[in-house]
């Protein structure tokens, strides 16, 4: 049973373009949604978090909206880089534990 | 920086053996994770520990074990390696009362 839905699996934006994952999540208990980003032979790195007391949250070119009423949050990344390209996984969490989606392969041509 | 270090980044085994993974991490952190990651699936937690000798289940725990004698080192035991076994896997650490995670790099497992 998937608690954490993520879409699309890729994702292939030219450079400069507004790159947008979504995830959807069944769990109200939820209460932290973080992304985190991973290059090819590295682990994943905490990238941004939002707590569900707020709609939107930005840093710099990347910003999570959360819709909680949907139960749904996506990543935003605006000026997308090659520079960005990696998988991309959201998550949401009770305590310490979290529950990943299934990834987002993001590729950003020149 | 926090640094969580993985004792091998590849490893073969055959089927039947009795495998360990190790991870070392250097911030005393309480709480250590076990995850595996396949293409598809994205990270599914195996086990993961909020204190020394303390252990709990995650979400696929079948076929593994865990053992943590140490604050600073998680090992995950594959008592008898599978085929299905075949992944990679990732330790990561985080502060009690915090969400953060710090992942090692992984070790790529491959069960013949």
């Known amino acids: 049973q998937q608690q954490v839905k993520q879409s699309p699996q890729s994702l292939i934006v030219q450079k400069g373009g507004i790159s947008i994952i979504n995830c959807a999540y069944e769990n109200t208990a939820f209460d932290y949604f973080p992304w985190y980003q991973q290059f090819p032979g590295k682990g994943p790195a905490l990238l941004i978090a939002i707590r569900p007391d707020v709609s939107e949250k930005k840093e710099g070119r990347f910003t999570i909206s959360f819709n909680k009423s949907a139960k749904q949050f996506s990543l935003h990344i605006m000026d997308s880089q090659p520079g960005d390209s990696a998988t991309y996984f959201c998550?949401?969490?009770?305590?310490?534990?979290?529950?990943f989606g299934t990834g987002t392969r993001l590729q950003v041509f020149p | 920086d926090v640094k969580v270090t993985q004792s091998s980044r590849y490893l073969v085994k055959r089927t039947g053996e009795k495998v360990f993974l190790e991870c070392v991490q250097d911030?005393?952190?309480?709480?250590m994770f076990w995850y595996r990651q396949d293409p598809g699936l994205g990270l599914r937690l195996i086990y993961f520990s909020y204190d020394v000798k303390m252990k709990e289940k995650g979400d696929i725990p079948e076929g593994y074990s865990v053992s943590r004698e140490k604050k600073e080192r998680f090992s995950l035991i594959l008592e008898s390696a599978s085929t299905n076994q075949t992944s990679m896997y990732l330790c990561?650490?985080?502060?009690?009362?915090?969400?953060?995670?710090?992942f090692g790099s992984g070790t790529q497992l491959s069960v013949l």
């Open positions: 911030m005393d952190h309480e709480n």
């Open positions: 998550a949401a969490s009770k305590a310490d534990k979290l529950i």
């Open positions: 990561a650490s985080s502060l009690a009362g915090t969400r953060s995670l710090f």
